[in-house]
Each structure stands twice: as structure tokens, then as C-alpha cells.
């Protein structure tokens, strides 16, 4: 019996700089997680390298010194893929491309080829596929790859037009061809939504890997796709869920991340439309990794940039089984490593007990801690929206049943 073929990873390399606005602390951060995007991708990171600067080299976004050492590195060591943390210009990504030898992507090109690896509807590969386009289009000079002639033909070809002209009309073609398809399938969501009827909606947001599709799975006994991976799921589902004969949708939408390309968000419109109007959303938080404070913040920066920052929320600190990066300080919790795993009572002790007005639970989905309280909390949340909503409908509440009982 042939033995299993064993994945193999690209080589690579990931790129960061510490500026005034960026310590190096908050760099190494965000290079554990760019190196769990690559792992995501399919590289394997051998090393990081760093720079202090002031600002970027608009040439080649780090000084000359420091991309000569990376060339030597990635040379002896027969590296296949550099990728930088930040955007890099059009200019920089053609300057690095020549200078290194090597493939070079930056943040967003990698979570973009993540997508495109996720993608598994056509509606999730149109958007991606559009989002990929409008990344390439100012980066065609220097990357001419012969792109499939999509008008082919003698005569097509304008008097005197290079390849790279060519290309971008390609690329153009390809983004109005895909904005069009989206258009359509956009107004084909909006009909859907529509004839869901006046049901009260509930969306789970959050972080990417924080757990939402697990919870979904729990609460809807759906099947959603689930893996420890970052954007295991792009495409979003919705289930009709009943807690104590009250119905209402859970929707599933894609996770955020910190510097989410502003290609993603334009062209996820129609899955950022669910949170949109959404009347209840459940903003679920990896309270097991280290930055999750940052995590909320960067979810609520996109629910604020897609005007959903207004809406009722029910904070949802999961993966309590995982934790292990606080240490109890008299009143309150601060930041410093421990192993010590706390009760419920002293998690309602702490400052994020505090958020959202007393809406806060702490839950383990995988261990199903604490599912109860989520439950009857989601209840009492999605029951003054109904209520609100549909009064003449109080017949569907236990407790309206009790007091008729007892009358």
C-alpha cells in the first residue's frame, strides 16, 4: 500500500515594520497572526524579519540594508514567498518582485487568495473573484501573465495597443462583467430576505475562528462547516431557530479581521446585508486569545463603517474552557498569563461583565457551558423585539400561558 502523500507547504518569510503608530509589541501581534494566515494558505513561516522606521521606503518599504539581508535569507534557504503585513504600493510590490527574485504578497493578497481558497458557492466566488480584480488592476504593469483572452479575435486589438493595455481592458471587462452578475444576485438576496417575512433576525458576528459556527451548529442543529482555521466559513447561512415555541432566523456571517481589504468589504455587500438588518446581533469574542480586546474593537470599527454599530448586542465571550491569560487583581482582571481556569460567578465579576448594559455571557460551545443561560438570554432578547413587533402574539410565551393558567 502506497503511503499517503505528505501537503507540501510553500517556504516563506513574513515582513513587518515598528513605527510611531506601531510598537513592536503590537507588531509581533500582528505577525502571529499574519503567520496563522499563511499557515491558513498553505506556508509554512521559517522566519520574520522587522524594521524600525519612521515611514515606509516608498520604493521598497524597508531600507536598503534590510532588504538586502532578506534577499541573502531567502536565496540560501531556497524561499519560495515573501509577505509583508501592510499594503504595499503598486510600485513597492514591482520593486520587491525584481529586487528579491521571489513571489511578494502583502496582507491583503493573502486574505484574498484565503477567500478565493474558501469560496465554495458561485455567489461567494463571484465576490471574491471581483475583490481579486480590483486588487490587481493598479498592480498590471511589470506582472504581464499572458491573462486569458476573454474577446479574442482578429480586429479586436486597437491600433498600436501593448499587451499591458490589453490587460487592463481585460480586467475592466471582467469587473463590470462581475459587478453586473452581483447586481443580479444582489436584488435576488434582497427578495430572499424579503420573503422571510417580519421574523426577528438574529446575526452572529465576530472575529474570525472565534467560534460562531459552532455556536451555530449548537443553537440551529445545523451543519455548518467548522475548522480551527481562519475563514473556515465565507458563505453565509441562515436557520429558522424556535427557543420555547418563539421563532426567529440566526444567521452566520463571514469573520472580520484586523485590516480587512476595503475590496472584501465592497464586494461582500449582499453578506454584510444580513448584518444590516439584523435586529438583534450576538457578537461573539475568542476570550482564549490573548488579543481579543483588540478583536472587539475591530469588529466594531467594521460595524460602524458598514453602519451597524447601532444595533442591539449581546456580547458572547466563548471558549471560557480555553482560557488562560488572566489573573483576578482585588475588584478586577488584568492582563497576565495563569493557568487558572474561573467560575462563572468570577467572570461576572469582571470588567466584561460590564459591556453592553448587562448583556453579556460567558460560554464554552464546544463544552457547551453555560448554553442555558445563552439560550434564555437570546430568548429575553429576541421575545421584546417580538413583542414589539407582533403584540397581539402573546399567546406564544410560557409566561403569558402561566398567568392566563392562574387567572
Not at 518599504?61 to 499594503?87: C, P, Q, R
Not at 438576496?189 to 438574529?202: D, E, I, L, P
Not at 460551545?365 to 448554553?371: D, M, P, Q, R, S
Not at 407582533?390 to 409566561?399: K, S, V
Given at each position: 500500500?502506497?503511503?499517503?502523500?505528505?501537503?507540501?507547504?510553500?517556504?516563506?518569510?513574513?515582513?513587518?515594520?515598528?513605527?510611531?503608530?506601531?510598537?513592536?509589541?503590537?507588531?509581533?501581534?500582528?505577525?502571529?497572526?499574519?503567520?496563522?494566515?499563511?499557515?491558513?494558505?498553505?506556508?509554512?513561516?521559517?522566519?520574520?524579519?522587522?524594521?524600525?522606521?519612521?515611514?515606509?521606503?516608498?520604493?521598497?518599504?524597508?531600507?536598503?540594508?534590510?532588504?538586502?539581508?532578506?534577499?541573502?535569507?531567502?536565496?540560501?534557504?531556497?524561499?519560495?514567498?515573501?509577505?509583508?503585513?501592510?499594503?504595499?504600493?503598486?510600485?513597492?510590490?514591482?520593486?520587491?518582485?525584481?529586487?528579491?527574485g521571489v513571489k511578494v504578497l502583502d496582507r491583503t493578497n493573502l486574505i484574498l487568495d484565503i477567500f478565493a481558497q474558501r469560496a465554495q458557492t458561485s455567489y461567494a466566488r463571484t465576490q471574491v473573484e471581483l475583490a481579486q480584480y480590483q486588487y490587481l488592476l493598479p498592480r498590471l504593469t511589470g506582472m504581464w501573465t499572458h491573462l486569458e483572452r476573454q474577446k479574442g479575435g482578429i480586429g479586436l486589438r486597437g491600433p498600436g495597443e501593448t499587451e499591458?493595455?490589453?490587460?487592463?481592458?481585460?480586467?475592466?471587462?471582467?469587473?463590470?462583467?462581475?459587478?453586473?452578475?452581483?447586481?443580479?444576485?444582489?436584488?435576488?438576496?434582497?427578495?430572499?430576505?424579503?420573503?422571510?417575512?417580519?421574523?426577528?433576525?438574529?446575526?452572529?458576528?465576530?472575529?474570525?475562528?472565534?467560534?460562531?459556527?459552532?455556536?451555530?451548529?449548537?443553537?440551529?442543529?445545523?451543519?455548518?462547516?467548522?475548522?480551527?482555521?481562519?475563514?473556515?466559513?465565507?458563505?453565509?447561512?441562515?436557520?429558522?431557530?424556535?427557543?420555547?415555541?418563539?421563532?426567529?432566523?440566526?444567521?452566520?456571517?463571514?469573520?472580520?479581521?484586523?485590516?480587512?481589504?476595503?475590496?472584501?468589504?465592497?464586494?461582500?455587500?449582499?453578506?454584510?446585508?444580513?448584518?444590516?438588518?439584523?435586529?438583534?446581533?450576538?457578537?461573539?469574542?475568542?476570550?482564549?486569545?490573548?488579543?481579543?480586546?483588540?478583536?472587539?474593537?475591530?469588529?466594531?470599527?467594521?460595524?460602524?463603517?458598514?453602519?451597524?454599530?447601532?444595533?442591539?448586542?449581546?456580547?458572547?465571550?466563548?471558549?471560557?474552557?480555553?482560557?488562560?491569560?488572566?489573573?483576578?487583581?482585588?475588584?478586577?482582571?488584568?492582563?497576565?498569563?495563569?493557568?487558572?481556569?474561573?467560575?462563572?460567578?468570577?467572570?461576572?465579576?469582571?470588567?466584561?461583565?460590564?459591556?453592553?448594559?448587562?448583556?453579556?455571557?460567558?460560554?464554552?460551545?464546544?463544552?457547551?457551558?453555560?448554553?442555558?443561560?445563552?439560550?434564555?438570554?437570546?430568548?429575553?432578547?429576541?421575545?421584546?423585539?417580538?413583542?414589539?413587533?407582533?403584540?397581539?402574539?402573546?399567546?406564544?410565551?410560557?409566561?403569558?400561558?402561566?398567568?392566563?393558567?392562574?387567572?
Amino acid at each position: 500500500m502506497l503511503e499517503k502523500e505528505q501537503t507540501k507547504f510553500e517556504k516563506t518569510v513574513i515582513v513587518g515594520i515598528i513605527t510611531g503608530n506601531q510598537t513592536e509589541e503590537k507588531l509581533n501581534e500582528y505577525l502571529d497572526e499574519l503567520e496563522f494566515l499563511t499557515t491558513t494558505a498553505g506556508g509554512e513561516v521559517v522566519k520574520r524579519f522587522s524594521q524600525k522606521l519612521e515611514k515606509p521606503n516608498p520604493k521598497t518599504f524597508l531600507g536598503t540594508g534590510k532588504i538586502d539581508e532578506i534577499a541573502y535569507y531567502v536565496k540560501d534557504n531556497d524561499i519560495s514567498t515573501v509577505i509583508f503585513d501592510d499594503e504595499l504600493s503598486p510600485s513597492q510590490q514591482k520593486n520587491l518582485n525584481q529586487i528579491l527574485g521571489v513571489k511578494v504578497l502583502d496582507r491583503t493578497n493573502l486574505i484574498l487568495d484565503i477567500f478565493a481558497q474558501r469560496a465554495q458557492t458561485s455567489y461567494a466566488r463571484t465576490q471574491v473573484e471581483l475583490a481579486q480584480y480590483q486588487y490587481l488592476l493598479p498592480r498590471l504593469t511589470g506582472m504581464w501573465t499572458h491573462l486569458e483572452r476573454q474577446k479574442g479575435g482578429i480586429g479586436l486589438r486597437g491600433p498600436g495597443e501593448t499587451e499591458i493595455e490589453t490587460d487592463r481592458r481585460i480586467v475592466r471587462d471582467r469587473i463590470a462583467l462581475l459587478k453586473d452578475k452581483l447586481k443580479v444576485i444582489d436584488k435576488q438576496m434582497a427578495v430572499q430576505r424579503s420573503n422571510r417575512g417580519a421574523m426577528v433576525r438574529v446575526a452572529l458576528v465576530g472575529y474570525t475562528n472565534v467560534g460562531k459556527s459552532t455556536l451555530m451548529n449548537l443553537i440551529s442543529k445545523s451543519d455548518v462547516f467548522v475548522e480551527n482555521k481562519l475563514f473556515a466559513t465565507l458563505d453565509t447561512t441562515v436557520r429558522k431557530v424556535v427557543i420555547k415555541n418563539l421563532p426567529f432566523l440566526l444567521t452566520d456571517t463571514v469573520g472580520f479581521i484586523r485590516k480587512l481589504p476595503t475590496q472584501l468589504v465592497e464586494s461582500f455587500k449582499s453578506t454584510l446585508d444580513e448584518v444590516r438588518e439584523a435586529d438583534l446581533l450576538l457578537h461573539v469574542v475568542d476570550i482564549s486569545h490573548p488579543d481579543f480586546e483588540d478583536h472587539i474593537e475591530s469588529v466594531n470599527e467594521i460595524l460602524k463603517e458598514i453602519k451597524s454599530d447601532d444595533k442591539a448586542t449581546i456580547m458572547v465571550f466563548n471558549k471560557i474552557d480555553a482560557f488562560s491569560h488572566l489573573i483576578i487583581d482585588e475588584d478586577d482582571l488584568i492582563t497576565e498569563r495563569t493557568s487558572r481556569h474561573y467560575t462563572l460567578e468570577e467572570w461576572k465579576k469582571t470588567w466584561m461583565n460590564r459591556l453592553g448594559e448587562n448583556n453579556t455571557l460567558f460560554i464554552s460551545a464546544t463544552n457547551k457551558e453555560n448554553i442555558e443561560e445563552f439560550r434564555e438570554k437570546v430568548y429575553e432578547a429576541v421575545r421584546a423585539i417580538h413583542i414589539t413587533r407582533f403584540p397581539y402574539n402573546n399567546f406564544l410565551y410560557p409566561e403569558y400561558k402561566e398567568a392566563k393558567e392562574e387567572e
